[in-house]
């Protein structure tokens, strides 16, 4: 198994393939405890530079798998090119094929985690979702309820779509008090599951361009694509040398 991790801005990303990150999360159920992965992008990694709070976070994540392109080009600038990118939609519709396993969907607005659990179903009629929840309330009057009804869920596997980095801080926040052995945290996953937001075309997916196609369909992104700018060349001038 894998353990190989490449350091991109101070955070170890794991250098891993599809298949083998698929392996880890099965071994993190197995052996039961609380376990977290997380899919940093280079804007996460770009964030965690000033957040100290995501710095940890990230810091004692069980797997970071490498999404968005910009940190695999920044592994291959570093010398240590990774195998793949291992994006966080693809690492939980992965998940969501294994037999034997229940999840609970927490995010998105009221509604469609209902209604990825639906699609979810159709799509393989074995599935367990054992429970759900929106993602919009109150982090200081309703976490203790949410956590009760995913404890009570008797989940294997959280699947949290707050936004980054909201996701990530809940997680870490209730890490001793979550009883699903593996919590993952990504964004927008329900939306596309659900069919209430598009996926780029495979086009865009193969040509690495997925983040092109995002940013004209909301160009209010536009900002998030100056990050992706300024981590490659932070990368590129002063990461480099850094093993
Ligand atoms: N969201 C949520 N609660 C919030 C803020 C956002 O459940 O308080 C959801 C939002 O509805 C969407 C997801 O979080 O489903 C964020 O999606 P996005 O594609 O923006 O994810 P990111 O790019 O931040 O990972």
């Not at 490449?6 to 250098?15: G, Q």
């Not at 294994?98 to 209902?114: C, H, N």
């Not at 001793?176 to 075309?201: H, M, Q």
């Amino acid at each position: 198994m894998s353990d190989k991790k490449v350091k991109i801005l101070d955070v170890n990303v794991n250098s891993i393939t599809m298949k083998q990150a698929v392996e880890k999360a099965l071994g993190y159920i197995k052996e039961g405890g609380f376990h977290s992965v997380f899919t940093p992008n280079p804007e996460i990694i770009w964030l965690s530079q000033k957040d100290k709070e995501l710095k940890e976070v990230l810091d004692n994540a069980d797997m970071l798998l490498p999404d968005g392109i910009g940190v695999v080009v920044a592994s291959k600038i570093k010398k240590q090119p990774m195998p793949e990118r291992v994006g966080g939609y693809d690492f939980t519709r992965e998940m969501f094929k294994q037999p034997g396993i229940s999840f609970f969907l927490f995010g998105a607005k009221p509604g469609v985690a209902e209604l990825a659990a639906e699609n979810l179903k159709k799509e393989n009629p074995n599935i367990t979702i054992a429970g759900t929840r929106n993602g919009y309330f109150d982090e200081a009057k309703d976490t203790d309820e949410i956590i009760q009804q995913i404890n009570d869920s008797g989940a294997d596997v959280l699947i949290v779509c707050l936004g980054v980095p909201k996701q990530e801080r809940w997680i870490y926040r209730n890490r001793d008090k979550l009883s699903p052995s593996l919590c993952i945290g990504v964004g927008g996953t329900l939306d596309v599951i659900a069919g209430v937001v598009k996926r780029a075309p495979d086009i865009y997916i193969k040509l690495n361009l997925e983040w092109l196609y995002r940013t004209v369909k909301q160009p209010s992104r536009i900002k998030r694509n100056w990050v992706l700018f300024a981590f490659i060349l932070k990368v590129l001038f002063i990461d480099r040398k850094n093993k």
